[in-house]
């Protein structure tokens, strides 16, 4: 039995602790980096996590939404840690990161595929710092070598594409963590109503046209988080759909729930039925291969 259970808040961050005679254990929500969306909600086998909607303030713009976390059923898993594309999650044990669930490679690791050839970039180029909507990128020059580089927060990267499109030599290449569909159905969007564009992090993504005053999206740079979604107010207004997920091999019962859960039954289906084949692929190759004499 632990010794202790507590819960703390701030502006800045959501701690949560169970406290052992031998170990101790914290989930912590960076607030500031947090979007308020709903995958780590989704997926919690304990149901551990919550997601709500902010009430909205006459002349304001509408907030995203808040990420609650019951203390007690927190199982400290690092299954929101391992799915979180912001990085907004951590789950230490005695203060070291360990998320149990990718330690077991019961559950796998998103992967950023970011590629970035600084060896090119003009010395006085800067757009891609300039244009990510999250502040991850920091560019800097060095006029004695002329040489340039470029740091990405890779862990806090959702891979939203913008520095890619907006780089004007296509020297970043970056390969989306989520594909899928955002659909806003116009006849059911409310006029001159802006509460998911208010709360999308990414700019751009959503924009409010001139003409009808309806929301519309522009889908190159949705990282498909559903924080638009948890913020509409008109039922069926805004569909979004997930189709593949960019992580690392694993083969669990807990990832297949999950993956239900982010996507669908179909798409779980497709990427078993992929995994299936390319193992036996494998398998083949591998009786065809010459035996060494």
């Known amino acids: 039995m632990p010794m202790k259970i507590q819960k703390t808040g701030s502006d800045t961050q959501l701690v949560v602790e169970r406290i052992h005679h031998a170990k101790n254990y914290k989930l912590t929500l960076d607030c500031r980096l947090c979007v308020g969306c709903e995958l780590c909600s989704l997926i919690c086998p304990r149901e551990a996590i919550s997601v709500a909607k902010q009430p909205k303030k006459d002349g304001q713009k509408t907030q995203?939404?808040?990420?609650?976390?019951?203390?007690?059923?927190?199982?400290?898993?690092?299954?929101?840690?391992?799915?979180?594309?912001?990085?907004?999650?951590?789950?230490?044990?005695?203060?070291?990161?360990?998320?149990?669930?990718?330690?077991?490679?019961?559950?796998?690791?998103?992967?950023?595929?970011?590629?970035?050839?600084?060896?090119?970039?003009?010395?006085?180029?800067?757009?891609?710092?300039?244009?990510?909507?999250?502040?991850l990128i920091k560019v800097t020059s060095d006029p004695k070598t002329n040489k340039v580089t470029i740091e990405i927060k890779e862990e806090q990267?959702?891979?939203?594409?913008?520095?890619?499109?907006?780089?004007?030599?296509?020297?970043?290449?970056?390969?989306?963590?989520?594909?899928?569909?955002l659909t806003i159905r116009q006849e059911k969007c409310p006029t001159n109503c802006q509460d998911c564009l208010d709360v999308c992090p990414i700019t751009d993504t959503l924009y409010l046209s001139e003409k009808d005053g309806k929301v519309y999206v522009n889908e190159i740079f949705c990282t498909y988080c559903g924080a638009c979604k948890i913020v509409c107010p008109e039922e069926q207004a805004l569909e979004l759909s997930r189709s593949t997920i960019h992580h690392t091999p694993v083969r669990s019962g807990a990832w297949n729930k999950a993956l239900e859960k982010l996507t669908s039954t179909t798409e779980m289906t497709k990427e078993l039925r992929g995994k299936g084949r390319k193992k036996t692929m494998e398998a083949v190759k591998k009786r065809l291969e010459p035996r060494a004499k």
């Open 157 to 181: 990267c959702p891979t939203c594409r913008k520095c890619e499109i907006k780089c004007p030599e296509g020297l970043i290449r970056i390969r989306k963590i989520f594909t899928g569909k």
């Open 64 to 135: 995203h939404p808040i990420i609650d976390v019951d203390e007690v059923k927190c199982h400290y898993c690092g299954i929101c840690t391992a799915i979180c594309p912001y990085g907004a999650l951590h789950v230490t044990i005695d203060g070291n990161n360990i998320a149990s669930v990718i330690e077991k490679e019961s559950f796998p690791q998103l992967i950023r595929e970011i590629t970035v050839d600084a060896t090119k970039c003009p010395t006085d180029c800067t757009e891609c710092e300039e244009i990510c909507p999250l502040d």
